[in-house]
């Protein structure tokens, strides 16, 4: 469909210093310890004054945790959410019956202490696979969100993270129809983290005003180049889901793909999802620093994400990177198992802006320079194919022994 001075650069797009997913007018959040941990903050919340179109993206495994049928039922009804309660420390997940019954009770108990229906309620948990949810320590904590004390966004973000060394918040703003427009959203994740989702959960919110069938088309698009491009150690886990909530508190006109600033909207969206999956790689376990992967001159766009995923999900590269070994024949065997069609004489392959590989033959580089490069908190892969216009980006983290030392001891 023809779309009319559409606004895509993102210059107009501003990162608000401090900002969260309450950065949007009517949302509020805070969090508690309810006694899932022993003594970090375990339940949090998200509120919307009034109710909001709703969107979900969720894990592709197939077992998938009691919350998440949960939260799909909650927006099949109207593709509206007001509320989200989510707790860490036990998932939900592989507990059949039970677990499936303890996801309701819990949608059930805090839309009636937000004093709204039980289908604008979603349910989220993160944590331990296979363990029952500790229904009367939730039961008590949500009869305390109303607690002074507890309302606050940075609670929230505390509250729904597990191994996870640092919270993950952000917003960007934009004017569109002279109105201006908030998007914020928060994230958890650090361990297993691989494309297709994994152990995380991101909450967006808007104050735009935006049709529910155009907010789920462009979510699912977004995530596809963001939180989907994405891996830590090559896990895809039960649980985890994005989420957006767009309450049109702004009263703006109705985004749809039609309106002339759609683009602008979806750019912001973007913005957040790519700053909050960056995090989310940055923060992987047992990381010391964020590897983006480029991909140019593909066949096509799914083709360089095919193989942008192979490269950053390569173990042997990620321990180089740790290492700060310039070993590209790592980087090049990734490109040649990714499944994609290409001209191996065509590759050239760069460390940051040192060129390693060019027409698929090793180019001279100095090895120091190479090192002083790789020591660096953020480390860019350059892949420039020869073969097309497609592109792509993907982003990991170096694999550590402080990453093995985590996971062998994560039960105790």
């Not at 949810?133 to 949500?142: C, S």
């Not at 427009?181 to 494309?195: C, E, F, L, Q």
Request: aromatic share 6%.
């Amino acid at each position: 469909m023809e779309q009319v001075n559409q606004v895509t650069t993102k210059e107009k797009i501003d990162l608000v210093t401090g900002g969260s997913v309450t950065t949007p007018k009517g949302f509020s959040a805070g969090g508690l310890h309810c006694g899932i941990r022993k003594q970090k903050l375990d339940l949090g919340w998200l509120y919307s004054d009034v109710p909001a179109q709703a969107a979900g993206v969720y894990t592709t495994n197939v077992f998938q945790a009691a919350p998440l049928k949960v939260t799909q039922e909650s927006i099949a009804k109207e593709n509206k959410l007001q509320a989200l309660i989510v707790n860490s420390g036990v998932a939900n997940a592989c507990t059949g019956e039970q677990g499936l019954k303890d996801a309701y009770e819990m949608r059930e108990s805090f839309a009636k202490a937000m004093g709204i229906p039980e289908y604008l309620t979603a349910v989220a948990s993160t944590g331990l696979i296979g363990e029952p949810l500790p229904m009367a320590k939730i039961q008590n904590g949500i009869e305390r969100v109303h607690d002074q004390e507890n309302k606050e966004t940075s609670r929230f973000e505390t509250a729904i993270l597990t191994t996870d060394t640092r919270e993950k918040g952000v917003a960007v703003q934009v004017e569109i129809d002279g109105k201006l427009i908030s998007i914020g959203g928060v994230a958890k994740g650090s361990g297993m983290i691989h494309p297709n989702m994994a152990t995380m959960l991101s909450f967006i919110t808007t104050d735009a005003e935006v049709d529910d069938q155009a907010l789920t088309a462009a979510l699912k698009e977004i995530t596809n180049k963001s939180f989907n491009m994405i891996t830590v150690d090559g896990d895809t886990s039960t649980n985890d889901m994005v989420l957006v909530m767009a309450n049109g508190k702004a009263q703006n006109k109705a985004l749809t793909e039609n309106h002339p600033e759609w683009l602008l909207f979806v750019n912001a969206l973007s913005v957040v999802c790519e700053l909050l999956a960056k995090e989310i790689a940055r923060d992987g376990e047992g990381a010391s620093k964020l590897i983006e992967v480029q991909v140019r001159g593909a066949n096509s766009d799914e083709a360089a994400q095919a193989i942008s995923k192979s490269i950053i999900s390569s173990n042997l590269v990620k321990t180089a990177i740790h290492g700060a070994d310039a070993n590209w024949g790592r980087v090049i065997t990734a490109i040649g198992y990714s499944g994609q069609q290409l001209d191996p004489n065509k590759v050239n392959i760069s460390l940051g802006p040192i060129a390693v590989v060019k027409q698929g033959v090793p180019f001279a580089f100095d090895e120091e320079k190479a090192k002083t490069y790789l020591l660096q908190d953020t480390v860019v892969i350059h892949a420039e194919l020869g073969d097309g216009e497609g592109s792509a980006a993907a982003w990991g983290c170096d694999l550590s022994y402080e990453y093995v030392r985590i996971n062998a001891s994560y039960r105790t």
